[in-house]
């Protein structure tokens, strides 16, 4: 009984540690969120007042065959920017191949707002299976992998959405986020339910 009540104790220690890291990374996010959105506001006002309202210009479409170089230079960008071994390069172009291409069918599959659990899914498979196979850490491919999947312009532009006056919209692209979000974490859970990374030891 001693046993099972420290057992418990500590089970509660290590998930109220958890909690605080989780509240620590969140908060330093949300800095890291609005000030981005402060500096825009201040550099958005400071330029119409030197150069007038800038014109808002349609987005041209790049032709198709653009994604594959697109998919070259992140790679390449995500493997200098993690610090990766120079040998890891060819898996991280994998691992976000796998990402694109994943939420593409998602999306087409479970629709706009679920797309992305189709490509965390299939992140969250590849690497632990890259994991039992070459013996290594699962970070190789699933760090690069999330990091393509998350639409990190979500949050900034429903904030400044919502900075704007558009109330409805804003709101709707915060629900969205949090949809995005939990589809991410979704992904990797089920992924590692179905197939476990190597134990270490």
Known sequence: QWMATRGAEWLAERRAELVERGRARLAGALLVLFGLLF????????ATLAFGVVPVREAVALPGWTIYLALVAIAAGFTIVLGA????AGWILLACSIAWFGSLAGRRVLGPELGAFGGSLLVGLASNLYSRLR??????????GILLVVPGSLGFTSLSTLM??????GVRGVFLMLLTAMSLVAGVLIATALLPPRRAG
């Open 39 to 46: 500096g825009v506001a201040v550099g958005t006002r400071l």
């Open 85 to 88: 071994a120079p040998r890891d």
């Open 135 to 144: 013996d290594r850490t699962a970070a190789i491919l699933r760090v690069p």
């Open 164 to 169: 704007a006056g558009d109330i409805e919209s």
